[in-house]
Nanobody, 119 residues
Framework: QVQLVESGGGLVQAGGSLRVSCAAS????????MGWYRQAPGKQRELVAA???????SYADSVKGRFTISRDNVRNTVSLQMNSLKPEDTAVYYC?????????????WGQGTQVTVSS
C-alpha cells in the first residue's frame, strides 16, 4: 500500500516563502509522475506542478516563475518550493503520485497540508 505524507505547510505573509514536502513509503522510481495539487475553499482541486520519472517538470500558469518542484530519489521525497506567495495561493496542498501498471493507472494521494498566505 502506497503512502504519501505531506509536511511543511503553515502560515506566511504575502511575499514570503514556504516549502512543502511529500515522503513516499517506497521508491519514487515506481511512479510515472508525481505532483502537487491544491484545493481552495469552494473551488475544484487543481494541478499546481508535476514532475515525471525522467525529471520533466510542468507548472500551472498561475505559479510559473514562483514555484519549483523537485525530487530526491535517495530520500524518496518530492518537494514544492513556493516563493513570492500570494493570498490566492491559500489552499490545502495535496501530494499525488501516479503509477501505470499494465493498462491501469493508479492514483495515490496524501492527506493534504494547509498553506495560508495572509495579505
Amino acid at each position: 500500500q502506497v503512502q504519501l505524507v505531506e509536511s511543511g505547510g503553515g502560515l506566511v505573509q504575502a511575499g514570503g516563502s514556504l516549502r512543502v514536502s511529500c515522503a513516499a513509503s517506497g521508491s519514487i522510481f515506481s511512479f510515472n509522475r508525481m505532483g502537487w495539487y491544491r484545493q481552495a475553499p469552494g473551488k475544484q482541486r487543481e494541478l499546481v506542478a508535476a514532475i515525471t520519472r525522467a525529471g520533466t517538470t510542468s507548472y500551472a500558469d498561475s505559479v510559473k516563475g514562483r514555484f519549483t518542484i523537485s525530487r530526491d530519489n535517495v530520500r524518496n521525497t518530492v518537494s514544492l518550493q513556493m516563493n513570492s506567495l500570494k493570498p490566492e495561493d491559500t489552499a490545502v496542498y495535496y501530494c499525488n503520485a501516479g503509477q501505470l501498471e499494465g493498462v491501469i493507472y493508479y492514483d495515490y494521494w496524501g492527506q493534504g497540508t494547509q498553506v495560508t498566505v495572509s495579505s
